[in-house]
């Protein structure tokens, strides 16, 4: 049955439908014209002719992106933080929230508290790199994964997510003879594929745009994230060196605008590609861990 709607609701509806859709036309249209650029010739960004499709299609400047070195070590560096910190992360995260799921757990209502404290007021910036500096993880990879190895957000999401399952399931394992261990890793996780989804992508793509923690703790160029390498490409002006000598290796010209929008499209291709896959246990995860707590 439709439901009738007065003129307000009406004119209500069509507002929303048209500010949603010049919002995404103003987060996806530069992401058009990135991509539009990194396969159009150098020519066609020369004369300003690419918009937000191709001009002259061409796979020039990916080849050229892929004969540097310096792309793939910073690639590399990446791929061993996403897993390693996102590994850490779903770690913590899962063992911490189960038993403060547990309405009966002493002492919960103060971790709660706590826990949400860390969501309200954050350590200060300059506190925070002397812990990391005195704890000798300047310039290694673990200054971008200990500091954040846990959020306090998706804990929550986690904690609410858990509450949801039956605890009549839980009893009847303990009946059983099964521990705490064995519940959580062999029912606990398995019954909680959407939000473990959820949360690992939370993690994987947080690390994978991480910038700012790159950018305070790791000086060493051979240690360089991804979004490192893309900031002294572009904000610190080095893609005119890096396009001199990765032509002239190639022996052909390479514009360093060309070379800043592939480098840019193939670091972002791996989330896109994806997250297609997870989507559906994103969106059912996402949804569930908010209905409660």
Not at 20 to 32: D, R
Not at 44 to 66: G, M
Not at 238 to 248: E, F, P, Q, T
Not at 265 to 277: E, K, M, N, Q, S
Request: glycine fraction near 4%; charge should be positive; hydrophobic fraction near 55%.
């Amino acid at each position: 049955m439709k439901i009738k709607q007065s003129l307000g609701e009406k004119t209500f509806d069509v507002f929303n439908i048209l500010l949603l859709v010049v919002m995404s036309l103003v987060a996806v249209l530069p992401l058009l014209h990135v991509i539009a650029g990194a396969f159009s010739s150098n020519n066609a960004i020369i004369q300003s002719r690419v918009s937000f499709w191709p001009v002259e299609p061409t796979l020039q400047q990916f080849k050229y992106v892929a004969a540097n070195d310096a792309f793939w070590k910073a690639g590399w560096m990446t791929v061993k933080v996403v897993v390693i910190a996102t590994a850490l992360n779903m770690l913590l995260t899962v063992v911490g929230s189960y038993p403060l799921s547990k309405l009966y757990l002493r002492g919960r209502r103060a971790i709660m508290l706590f826990i949400i404290f860390t969501l309200v007021f954050q350590a200060p910036l300059i506190p925070t790199y002397l812990v990391v500096k005195e704890l000798h993880m300047i310039n290694t990879m673990w200054a971008l994964i200990v500091p954040g190895a846990i959020s306090a957000f998706n804990m929550i999401l986690c904690i609410t997510f858990f509450r949801s399952l039956p605890e009549e399931l839980f009893d009847a394992a303990k009946v059983d003879g099964m521990s705490d261990y064995r519940i959580v890793w062999q029912i606990v996780v398995p019954l909680s594929k959407p939000i473990m989804v959820t949360l690992l992508l939370f993690y994987a793509v947080g690390h994978w745009n991480s910038y700012f923690a790159p950018l305070l703790y790791i000086n060493d160029r051979h240690l360089q994230t991804l979004q490192m390498y893309i900031y002294f490409l572009i904000a610190a002006g080095s893609s005119n060196d890096i396009a001199a000598a990765v032509a002239g290796d190639t022996g052909g010209k390479l514009l360093p605008k060309a070379l800043e929008m592939a480098t840019i499209v193939l670091a972002t291709a791996p989330i896109v590609v994806i997250y297609p896959f997870l989507q559906k246990h994103f969106v059912k995860g996402a949804t569930l861990g908010s209905v409660k707590e």
